[in-house]
C-alpha cells in the first residue's frame, strides 16, 4: 500500500516536472518566434503574420475540441 503511493506521488512529480519544461519550452518557442518576426523585412512579415493566425486558430480549436 505504500509503495503504490510513493509510486503515485513520484508519478506526479514527474508529470509536474515535465509540463514545466513544455511550458518553458514553448516560451522559448514563442519569443523566438516574435524575434524572427520582428527582423523579417516588410515585405515578408503580412505573410508570417497570417501564418501566426493560423496557428492561433489551430490551437484555439485543438484546445476546445480536447478541453
Given at each position: 500500500?505504500?509503495?503504490?503511493?510513493?509510486?503515485?506521488e513520484?508519478d506526479?512529480?514527474?508529470l509536474?516536472?515535465?509540463l514545466?519544461?513544455?511550458?518553458?519550452g514553448?516560451?522559448l518557442l514563442l519569443?523566438?518566434?516574435?524575434?524572427?518576426?520582428?527582423?523579417?523585412?516588410?515585405?515578408?512579415?503580412?505573410?508570417?503574420?497570417?501564418?501566426?493566425?493560423?496557428?492561433?486558430r489551430?490551437?484555439r480549436?485543438?484546445?476546445?475540441?480536447?478541453?
Amino acid at each position: 500500500m505504500l509503495d503504490e503511493d510513493d509510486d503515485k506521488e513520484e508519478d506526479i512529480e514527474k508529470l509536474q516536472e515535465r509540463l514545466l519544461r513544455t511550458k518553458n519550452g514553448l516560451k522559448l518557442l514563442l519569443m523566438a518566434w516574435a524575434r524572427y518576426e520582428d527582423e523579417l523585412p516588410d515585405g515578408m512579415r503580412d505573410d508570417v503574420s497570417d501564418a501566426r493566425q493560423d496557428w492561433g486558430r489551430i490551437a484555439r480549436k485543438f484546445l476546445s475540441d480536447n478541453g
